[in-house]
């Protein structure tokens, strides 16, 4: 009878500690954060989580970037490293990002805001491109072309995350991945070439084809020369990924 009291008021415990639990998560139910991961590459993002229920959230996060790189530069580099023009196009590419995401985080264990969760997403960004586009015409001299572009697009994605909270107030949330598809975006691209007075005409036609047969997954880019002016337009879906993102969180 002794053993089955015990074994009754450690139950008991136990269930009390965990209804505790739940209502210690529930009472903060707003998650400011930072992303940290973001710095390395000049971005900067800030996210406000709000707390439905056990299971459930919205957040919404704002983000800034002033001279970002190339996304994948890396990557572009490894495959396009050889060709030089290219490898000073990627080189050169620079964003201003201006981007706004609203998510709905579902959380799988049901002790929101932490363990694992999916969060559907969609979001709508603003952008300013620069790029140095360079070529070497049969004379054999290089010439650069500085090229400016902007465009506006929305998207639809989902995410997979996980967050920590330790204690009451601090946390961490990473953002493991979270592809995401959208809205036609058209960017005109816009330079001029101060050398152009010592082009052929053979020279005119090989720089609209390179430029028109320029190789990029799901668009396509049409270019008009009006010499010393160049202009390339570029058309396809606003699409990328969220990856690999590391938030420092705080609760209240």
Not at 20 to 44: C, I
Not at 163 to 177: N, Y
Request: aromatic share 12%; charged share 15%.
């Amino acid at each position: 009878m002794k053993t089955q009291s015990r074994l009754l008021l450690t139950l008991l415990a136990i269930e009390l500690c965990l209804i505790n639990a739940q209502a210690q998560v529930l009472t903060n139910r707003t998650v400011v954060k930072f992303n940290m991961s973001g710095v390395v590459v000049n971005s900067y993002t800030a996210q406000v989580e709000r707390v439905l229920n056990r299971h459930s959230s919205l957040t919404l996060s704002g983000s800034f970037s002033s001279d970002a790189p190339l996304p994948f530069k890396d990557a572009l580099l490894n495959q396009y490293g050889d060709n030089q023009d290219a490898r000073r196009a990627i080189e050169t590419t620079l964003f201003t990002k201006r981007i706004a995401t609203l998510e709905y985080r579902l959380y799988l264990a049901g002790h929101a805001p932490t363990g694992w969760y999916v969060a559907p997403f969609v979001r709508y960004a603003s952008m300013d491109i620069s790029n140095d586009y360079t070529y070497t015409p049969s004379d054999g001299i290089l010439h650069h072309a500085h090229l400016n572009a902007s465009f506006s697009g929305g998207g639809a994605g989902i995410l997979l995350g996980y967050q920590w909270l330790f204690g009451k107030h601090i946390g961490l949330d990473l953002w493991l991945l979270g592809p995401f598809y959208g809205t036609n975006v058209k960017s005109t691209f816009t330079g001029e070439d101060p050398l152009w007075p010592s082009l052929k005409p053979a020279d005119i036609v090989k720089l609209k084809s390179d430029i028109d047969n320029t190789q990029l997954p799901l668009y396509t880019v049409q270019s008009s020369l009006n010499l010393p002016t160049i202009t390339a337009t570029l058309n396809g879906p606003y699409y990328g990924v969220r990856a690999f993102g590391l938030a420092l969180a705080y609760s209240f």
